[in-house]
């Protein structure tokens, strides 16, 4: 009898709980992407949400009230601001907007508007690491202009914004133009003194679409991730172009593919390459610091506009001639760093690396030492095959 | 405490009964007298007012001729043998005064009875009671006809490869299953009865010195504790022995098919098969053999491997997927992949319930169909079936009272319960599921762990004669798991499990074992 009542009084104990921190799916308020610009009322911070519409897909982007609604073709989600001292102030300021909760689990995409980087990201890097809602898997992308005015932009495949931006990020490795750190990364580079972090850069496009044939023409105005946004401690420093990007990946060691056409006589070879090893290295005791980079990639031919035929020794000097580009390519972004005083490469944690003792020595007065620092490249690039066939097609 | 009396008086009453009834059986163990009259009318009299039981008076051709009668049981007797091999020769003329009764009985089974009550439970037990003139015994012959259902397919334990006989209502039927495959003396069967008025034959079946004679012990011992007036079918007598009542846990495993049985009983187990009872009961049975079907053994080793794998992860399916559902969807978020998570808000939009109440809703509904599905005559059933499925599976997601997620779960959940061969496991994962369910709706994943924690706890206190409920895995002998969550390859496995089977351990030798993977030269 009494372990019966004791089981009963423990049964009964359970929902007092009251599930108390159950939140029905329904009465969730799932938050897809976080864009941070600065106030342009005051000196705080605006935030923008998209938060998921619930009746999604069939109703119209209703507009939130202070954020200045979602465009019509948005409809799976709303478009949310809210202004604030802090960035906690400004979040929690949201909260007065839409029923149901909040809830940062799912953003993976945050964006920053180039106004705020240019001040210093500092107390967004504090909230986002410290908030526990935040996944530090999240991508940081940098915005050319605000980032509520590229949240404004409707996805052109996706349903949803932030599941384009994350297609456009995952597939980056496909033309290596574009590089998007998580978050974690960007917070780890930003915290070692030996390298400066780095940012995806998002902008905006603007372009005619004619909807039909005879129709006026339309202009569409779409999101495109391409180059890099450049930071010196927490401020932007600078932006890379896509070309530059593609040394930048290569030159750290994440490079995918890329195309390079190589000017050919009057004609045009575009080969397809892939990195296959890269090794950066600083020259144990020069002074000023020289690193040598060394670079092998493979190859092969895609197309080509002209009339020629692979013969061998062609085939060598196509691969001499794509390893100097190559080595070109990586120069300049090399020549980048040197011109914006900025150390995105790593080249200081590749010297404390090495040589802890002459890090301590340069750490102080990097920067002014950095554009001193020489950097030799060596390239060797192996051409794999043409493609599936050797000649052209000829009549 | 006035609750604790009653049941007292009442048993004092019931112990009265027993002893007169008791008294009654002792004054049939006395013996039968030389006395034919007296014979004939002291069984009359036992069998006043049993209107099956006929009789037959007839005369043995002896000079002088004497009186004998027979009795018998109507409608389950052989006519022709009781015609031509009892009374055909003792009424013929049988002058040479040598010859016994045995001699002149040309039935195959003729026992002799000497005390009354023996005599008329033969009679009972459908033999033909011979009395005859001045003999201070009886003759039981057997002459029972075949009035039997044909051995068929199981119903319940269905394999695709292997034999098709089941076991069906008849005792004598099944033992001969059993022993036709496994001939061998070692083979003992001890029959014996239980249930005061119901009289019934059961058999406990072992292997000599393969078996665990404490666990056989533990059987007899409990059988004879054994004090009821009648057992309709194994089930009753499982739960009379069984060690741990108060558990969803079986302890004594069943089976309908002779080739499980003489398996379990090669694996050192014993069986106990009822009369009447086409399920045998299967004892040590520990928590893994309900996950294991006997074409486990007649597929190849890589396949049955495969389905094993699968049936331990349907197993935690069928007992976990609606508590994690709800867990995971009301506490956990950050869990589901976002591409889902919208999904699955999306689905839920408008659906009034909260998602414990939905998901324990359309269990409930579940269950119900099943149990109405089991219980209605077959051409109903389908019926039931279909209108089930329909208002289960799209009627209520369209009247928005269910999320169509939780309807795949559901499903999900059944479908798994139904790849558990035992049904007696498959019961355990149903009627868990609830409890696992509150636990998950009150404290979410953290609640689902504390369930399968006390669960845990609660497995590691259970026995089945003796035998640890959880082993091989706890306490685990690991050359036992050749036959647990994968199955090695049948030449491997030269050894009995050797947590059940005590002795000889040996199945195969070891030398062709080894020569069993060579390769083709």
């Given amino acids: 009898m009494k372990t019966v009542a004791v089981l009963l009084l423990i049964i009964m104990l359970l929902p007092l709980s009251g599930c108390w921190d159950s939140v029905e799916l329904d009465q969730l308020a799932l938050v897809l992407l976080l864009g941070i610009d600065t106030d342009p009322m005051g000196d705080g911070f605006e935030v923008t949400v998209h938060v998921l519409n619930v009746a999604g897909g069939t109703a119209s982007g209703a507009a939130g009230t202070g954020g200045g609604g979602g465009s019509k073709n948005i409809s799976q989600t709303l478009t949310l601001s809210a202004r604030g001292q802090t960035l906690s102030d400004a979040t929690r300021n949201l909260r007065g907007r839409v029923q149901g909760r909040f809830s940062f689990h799912h953003v993976r995409v945050v964006l920053i508007g180039e106004d705020l980087a240019r001040k210093g990201i500092k107390p967004v890097l504090d909230f986002l690491f410290r908030a526990q809602e935040i996944r530090l898997t999240s991508y940081l992308l940098v915005c050319q202009g605000t980032a509520r005015e590229k949240m404004l932009l409707a996805p052109e495949i996706s349903g949803t914004l932030d599941e384009e931006l994350r297609g456009l990020i995952e597939m980056q490795g496909e033309w290596s133009k574009a590089y998007t750190p998580r978050l974690l990364e960007f917070c780890a580079n930003y915290s070692d003194s030996g390298i400066q972090p780095v940012a995806g850069r998002i902008i905006k496009l603007t372009y005619r679409t004619p909807v039909q044939p005879d129709s006026n023409e339309q202009q569409t105005k779409t999101a495109i991730i391409e180059g890099l946004a450049v930071f010196r401690d927490d401020q932007l420093r600078g932006w890379l172009t896509g070309t530059e990007t593609i040394g930048f990946r290569y030159l750290i060691g994440k490079g995918g593919t890329m195309v390079l056409v190589v000017p050919w006589h009057a004609a045009k070879i575009s080969i397809e390459l892939s990195p296959e090893s890269c090794n950066l290295q600083y020259i144990a005791g020069s002074n000023p610091p020289r690193f040598k980079v060394s670079l092998a990639a493979i190859g092969q031919v895609m197309d080509y506009t002209g009339d020629i035929e692979f013969t061998p020794p062609l085939l060598a000097e196509l691969e001499a001639l794509a390893a100097d580009m190559l080595g070109d390519l990586l120069l300049k972004t090399v020549e980048k760093a040197r011109e914006m005083e900025t150390d995105f490469l790593g080249y200081g944690s590749v010297i404390s690396r090495q040589d802890p003792r002459q890090w301590q020595a340069l750490n102080k007065k990097w920067r002014e030492t950095l554009h001193a620092v020489g950097t030799d490249i060596e390239v060797k690039f192996t051409l794999r095959h043409t493609g599936v066939t050797r000649s052209p097609l000829t009549r | ?521």
């Fill in chain 2, 1 to 521: 405490m006035r609750t604790a009396r009653k049941p007292r008086k009442a048993l004092k009453l019931w112990e009265k009964k027993a002893q007169e009834l008791e008294k009654q059986v002792q004054d049939q163990q006395s013996p039968l007298s030389d006395d034919f009259q007296a014979n004939c009318a002291m069984i009359d009299a036992v069998f006043q007012g049993c209107d099956d039981i006929s009789k037959r008076d007839f005369h043995i051709a002896q000079d002088p001729p004497r009186p004998a009668r027979l009795y018998m049981l109507k409608g389950t007797l052989d006519k022709t043998i009781i015609n031509d091999s009892i009374i055909a020769p003792l009424t013929a003329a049988v002058k040479a005064r040598g010859a016994g009764v045995p001699d002149l009985i040309s039935a195959h089974m003729l026992t002799e009875v000497a005390t009354l009550g023996e005599a008329v439970q033969e009679v009972l037990n459908g033999q033909v009671l011979l009395i005859i003139h001045r003999q201070a015994r009886a003759w039981s012959v057997n002459a029972k006809a075949a009035r039997l259902r044909a051995v068929a397919e199981p119903e319940t334990q269905k394999v695709v490869r292997g034999p098709r006989e089941g076991l069906i209502e008849d005792l004598e039927t099944n033992l001969t299953l059993v022993r036709k495959r496994l001939k061998t003396p070692t083979l003992k069967i001890d029959c014996r009865s239980v249930g005061r008025r119901s009289n019934t034959q059961l058999a406990i079946l072992h292997l000599e010195g393969v078996a665990d004679p404490k666990v056989l012990a533990e059987v007899h011992s409990r059988l004879n504790k054994i004090d009821i007036d009648g057992i309709m079918d194994s089930g009753e007598l499982e739960q009379l022995i069984e060690d741990n009542t108060m558990t969803v846990f079986p302890q004594v495993g069943n089976t309908e098919r002779p080739d499980n049985i003489a398996a379990a009983l090669l694996n050192g187990r014993v069986a106990i098969l009822v009369d009447n009872s086409p399920f045998a009961l299967i004892v040590p049975n520990v928590l893994t053999d309900m996950l294991q079907s006997s074409d486990d053994y007649y597929e190849r080793f890589q396949f049955s491997s495969l389905i094993r794998i699968l049936r331990y992860v349907l197993a935690f399916v069928a007992l976990l997927s609606p508590a994690l559902y709800v867990a995971i969807t009301t506490f956990h978020h950050e869990m589901i992949p976002t591409d889902l998570l919208t999904n699955l808000v999306r689905a839920r939009a408008g659906v009034p319930f909260p998602t414990v109440i939905e998901a324990g809703l359309m269990e409930l509904a579940f269950e119900a169909l099943r149990e109405a599905g089991l219980r209605l005559p077959k051409a109903v059933g389908q019926a039931v079936s279909i209108v089930g499925a329909l208002i289960i599976g799209q009627a209520a997601v369209e009247a928005g009272l269910v999320s169509p997620i939780m309807v795949i779960v559901v499903a999900a959940t059944g479908i798994a319960s139904f790849t558990i061969p035992a049904f007696n496991g498959a019961v355990v994962t149903r009627m868990l599921k609830f409890p696992f369910l509150v636990a998950a709706g009150t404290l979410g994943l953290y609640g689902i762990s504390l369930a399968l924690a006390i669960i845990i706890i609660h497995l590691t206190s259970l026995r089945s004669f003796g035998v640890p409920y959880l082993s091989p895995l706890a306490p685990i002998t690991i050359s036992d798991w050749k036959d647990l969550i994968v199955r090695i390859p049948t030449w491997a496995m030269y050894q009995r499990p050797t947590f059940i089977a005590k002795g000889d351990l040996q199945r195969q030798s070891k030398s062709t074992a080894g020569i069993q993977p060579q390769k083709m030269k």
